[in-house]
């Protein structure tokens, strides 16, 4: 069983600075790591570019096979992995084992595509000759976020590598080790030296330098809308193409027909799980209001009886992951009932030491209250009701987000037309968090741009060159 000591570093800092990293169930610091800047982004991106030829050369059935060994790695080491995500986070540990479960996923599904690149020819006429290659990038440059580490991480590098690049990663400052660890494991797999760089540091130097930086062909960002909107600006500097997932307010739409149990069960998983710190969080219910009161009711009995506790004794919730973090969700707490929202105080005790917050739902709520309409990234749920379909696609879309949809009903010509008629990127019909790697994965407005999972995430790592030839003779 590895520790947090086993942990390395990749690279030393060059100018001995270093991060502490924390973890937010007990509050004790558990590890220090680089604190990088411009200097180590430089030498990663180096090293990087110095590999990028050899990945560029590798056969793509190749790429698929060291892709493959890498997910057997993955999966070898997983129990040390989770237990390592677990620390690092504060989430559940069964919680830590399913992502990194995901991780393997991801990585098995781009061994196989990495086979699938192809160009096309084109007919333009007799005598000439156009057709289109597939070509990597050459840097990919990977700015991951903390709630999820490693499975964000394997979700933008395992089609990097199948397209033939190399990349460099800057994990978030609150929850690095897993992005170090994994350094390890893609060495083991036979990549060559340079094909994986991890940068360590805060995101206005680190993040920032990478981002700037004119050696990387594309840049693949999950955060915040703010931080979102810098890296684009910094990234357009040298017109390098980015990814961002800017994060959603997503609602779970139940109508009449729905079984209210299933919907229940659903609705507090979609808000509670990882402490509500996914963007895809179903933090928002709307419903019929038929059924309103007797949903509201089983859900705030599931909700009530989850535990909080340190990650690694595999709770159902973990804590939020800094103390900077819970003081914003708790904040909208107070902001909720300010706004005239009731929220019952939850009945679970939380722990005296680490970021917890409990589960915390909202009725009475108004679609212009801002719990109702911004980001809190916490165990949090907005409930507001409505009278027809129409109304409900009107509440919907009534924020600036569009990741995730839910949708809980018996028709499913119904559930059909409210697919076709919302505004987001990512529709769940009666099963919420469903999808896969095969799964195109995305947004609208301000939850971001392009999608990721899927072959149409190879696209983000590559360049498409077309070659048109004049033949010598034209043929008949």
């Not at 703010?226 to 390098?240: D, M």
Request: glycine residues 10%; proline residues 6%.
């Amino acid at each position: 069983m590895s520790t947090v000591a086993d942990v390395p570093s990749t690279h030393e800092p060059l100018d001995g600075r270093t991060l502490a990293v924390e973890d937010p169930a007990t509050e004790a610091t558990i590890a220090h790591v680089a604190r990088g800047g411009a200097a180590e982004v430089d030498r990663a991106v180096a090293a990087a570019r110095s590999a990028a030829r050899t990945m560029r050369d590798t056969a793509p059935l190749e790429r698929g096979r060291a892709l493959r060994r890498l997910a057997t790695e993955v999966e070898a080491a997983a129990e040390d992995l989770a237990r390592l995500e677990s620390l690092d986070t504060g989430k559940p540990l069964s919680l830590a084992r399913g992502e990194i479960a995901g991780c393997v996923g991801y990585l098995d599904y781009y061994a196989g595509a990495a086979g699938t690149l192809q160009g096309d020819t084109i007919p333009v006429g007799p005598g000439t000759l156009a057709y289109t290659v597939p070509e990597p990038v050459g840097v990919s440059a990977h700015i991951v976020p903390w709630n999820a580490p490693l499975s964000m991480l394997c979700r933008s590098v395992a089609p990097a590598f199948a397209a033939g690049n190399t990349a460099v990663v800057k994990p978030a400052e609150q929850t690095p080790l897993t992005a170090l660890r994994f350094a390890g494991l893609v060495e083991a797999a036979g990549f060559p030296a340079g094909a994986y760089e991890v940068v360590t540091g805060l995101g206005a130097e680190a993040g920032h330098a990478l981002a700037a930086h004119p050696g990387i062909g594309s840049l693949t960002f999950t955060g915040s809308v703010a931080t979102g909107r810098t890296v684009l600006r910094t990234a357009a500097e040298h017109i390098t193409p980015v990814v961002t997932e800017l994060g959603g307010k997503s609602p779970q739409i139940v109508f009449a027909d729905a079984d209210l149990d299933d919907v229940a069960r659903q609705v507090v998983t979609g808000f509670t799980a990882n402490s509500g710190q996914y963007c895809d969080a179903g933090s928002r219910l709307l419903v019929d209001r038929a059924v309103a009161d007797d949903l509201v009711e089983r859900i705030r009995a599931r909700a009530g009886a989850l535990t909080l506790g340190v990650g690694t004794d595999d709770p159902d919730l973990g804590p939020m992951v800094s103390a900077e973090h819970r003081r914003r969700v708790t904040d909208y707490v107070d902001l909720g009932r300010a706004e005239g929202a009731d929220a019952p105080t939850p009945p679970q005790a939380v722990p005296a030491v680490g970021h917890f917050v409990a589960p915390t739902v909202f009725t009475g709520v108004t679609p212009t209250m801002r719990i109702a309409r911004e980001e809190i990234f916490g165990p949090v749920l907005a409930v507001l009701g409505f009278g027809t379909e129409d109304e409900a696609l009107e509440l919907a879309d009534a924020t600036d987000y569009g990741l995730g949809v839910g949708i809980h009903t018996a028709d499913i010509d119904r559930a059909l037309r409210v697919a076709d008629r919302v505004d987001a990127g990512y529709v769940m019909i009666n099963d919420y968090f469903a999808g896969g790697p095969a799964v195109p994965f995305g947004g609208t407005k301000l939850s971001g741009t392009g999608r990721e999972r899927g072959l149409v995430a190879l696209e983000s790592y590559l360049t498409r060159k077309t070659v048109v030839v004049r033949r010598s003779a034209p043929w008949t």
